[in-house]
């Protein structure tokens, strides 16, 4: 019965800080459709491997959220046509390259010069690596459909063949989209609300069951197990990254956190914790089901596993 | 129907910055967070029904079912979380001696002052006969005496980490006699010192204990 209340009790916590932050997001996002509803500025963005990520990570710096709020503002992104590079170097990497995450890491570590010019460069590191990896894949494989039906919207017929359509001729037009398209252009503040409030709601309750999952696998699974591994120089690094995908706290606070452990892991496995987290962990993993299909968030879990590991071995390796 | 679980959910916030329980599940960072977000989820419910006009037929139902549900349960059920149990899981915070910037008169110590002296200056030798006065909830630890602990919080419950005192309890005939897991209590002591497990360490000796009720903020920076 305790564990149920303090389940409970967790999952309240998490859920009411995780909110207003989702709020955020869909306000700046409903900002962004109100502004350039046709996406005209936004698909004028950088192109490119390597300028369309890093623009897209810079915007963390004019848009400062935790990845719950950057999630609706990189679906905005994705469905008024901008680069495929720049939306996902925003998704990636804006959690950590933000001025509220880097000054709470300082905050945190003064200690530690190597963690400050780390982190930001190793969020980078990730943003390149799965911008890269996601583009390998069609845009009909790699984003939710509904996403997908409203980018194409967005873009020149000339971007993608007529069976890759959803709505028009060929396949199955999208009703729901339809009409609330229609009622944003019939009665502009009026139908931005409404769109604005589906997008909160949906994303809001995608947010309760991710919450749900956390608070009961951080209740039930002891801490002590991942850390029990602390100095060994791999198996640190993955048990540090499981705790990271577990503890889902928001990007902006999670240094603070870390700094309670941070002298019974290596140095890999703590840059590994504050690298993955604002990526991927319980919490947000369902938001990302808005943005892509099945099978590229198996794609955006092992790449950025694999490039998190590498890079936590490789700093164990020259640190320790 | 959607403006309704919005404005809905938007009470619920207000309503748990009102009734204090985000003292018990976040830090105060977080407090006016929640309000403004329960503030302009009302207003926006309160536009939403003034421009009823727009069709409302591309709200999916599951959603709305969810958060509805969701915003009944947090109105009805308040959070009673079991802190022992929730620290049990957890290992304990290690603060760095950055952190103590300023040393209070031994009695007038919290029991974080106290673990963060104790992290920093190690040395049990340094605090023999020291007078203590500190509250805290009773955490169990398996197979040894309870001691008395707080939770600290960076973000929210998901992130607490307890910080703990050894505590020599005054002589019962079992183990029994320890106080319950989880009750508040004041304990006013001595400092000592106690070979534990082959090395030394400083133990809270208790001489008079009281139970407390659970202080407003229980939650500590």
Request: proline letters at 7%; charged letters at 10%.
């Amino acid at each position: 019965m305790a564990q149920i209340a303090t389940v409970w009790a967790v999952f309240q916590g998490l859920l009411l800080e995780a909110l207003p932050f989702l709020l955020i997001g869909v306000a700046i996002s409903s900002l962004a459709r109100a502004l350039d509803p046709s996406g005209h500025w936004l698909q004028k963005l950088p192109k490119g491997a390597l300028l369309g990520p890093l623009s897209g990570a810079l915007l963390g710096f004019a848009l400062p959220a935790c990845e719950c709020g950057n999630v609706p503002v990189a679906r905005r992104l994705l469905a008024v046509g901008a680069p495929l590079g720049t939306a996902f170097g925003f998704l990636f990497a804006a959690p950590v390259l933000n001025p509220v995450v880097l000054l709470s890491t300082w905050a945190a570590f003064p200690d530690k010069p190597w963690l400050l010019l780390l982190r930001p460069a190793g969020s980078v590191v990730i943003a390149l690596v799965l911008s890269g990896l996601l583009q390998l894949i069609s845009e009909a494989k790699l984003l939710n459909s509904e996403l997908l039906a409203e980018r194409r919207l967005s873009q020149p017929l000339a971007a993608f063949s007529l069976l890759e359509r959803s709505t028009g001729l060929i396949g199955q037009p999208l009703a729901a989209l339809a009409t609330d398209l229609k009622a944003s252009v019939q009665n502009k503040p009026a139908g931005l609300l409404s769109h604005g409030v589906n997008e909160f709601l949906e994303l809001g309750s995608l947010l309760v069951l991710g919450c749900a999952v956390a608070a009961l696998i951080q209740t039930l699974i002891p801490r002590d197990l991942f850390l029990a591994l602390g100095q060994a120089p791999t198996l640190s690094v993955v048990s540090l990254m499981l705790l990271a995908l577990v503890v889902s706290v928001c990007s902006s606070v999670d240094a603070f956190l870390a700094l309670g452990f941070a002298d019974q892991v290596t140095p890999g496995a703590l840059l590994a914790f504050l690298l993955l987290g604002p990526v991927i962990d319980l919490k947000s993993v369902s938001l990302l089901g808005r943005v892509f299909t099945l099978r590229a968030m198996g794609l955006v879990l092992a790449g950025v596993s694999l490039t998190v590991l590498l890079m936590g071995q490789a700093l164990n390796l020259l640190l320790l | 129907m959607k403006y309704l679980v919005l404005g809905f959910l938007g009470a619920v916030l207000l309503k748990c910055w009102l009734d204090q329980r985000l003292n018990l599940l976040l830090h105060s960072n977080f407090h006016s967070l929640v309000l403004i977000a329960g503030l302009v989820l009302l207003m926006i419910a309160i536009a939403g029904f003034c421009s009823a006009k727009v069709s409302n037929k591309a709200t999916k139902i599951w959603p709305l079912i969810v958060l509805s549900l969701t915003a009944m349960g947090l109105w009805i059920w308040p959070p009673k979380p079991s802190l022992s149990t929730l620290a049990a899981n957890r290992s304990g915070a290690q603060l760095g001696q950055s952190e103590l910037s300023f040393l209070s008169p031994p009695e007038q110590r919290s029991l974080t002052d106290w673990v963060r002296l104790l992290n920093s200056q190690p040395d049990p030798n340094l605090y023999g006969g020291d007078p203590v006065q500190v509250s805290g909830f009773v955490l169990d630890v398996p197979g040894k005496p309870p001691e008395i602990a707080r939770l600290l919080v960076r973000c929210c419950l998901a992130d607490a980490t307890p910080v703990g005192l050894a505590v020599r309890w005054p002589k019962t005939k079992s183990s029994n006699g320890w106080p319950k897991p989880d009750q508040w209590l004041q304990i006013k002591g001595v400092m000592a010192v106690e070979n534990h497990q082959g090395s030394l360490r400083s133990v809270l000796v208790a001489k008079q204990i009281k139970a407390i009720a659970a202080p407003t903020r229980p939650l500590e920076p």
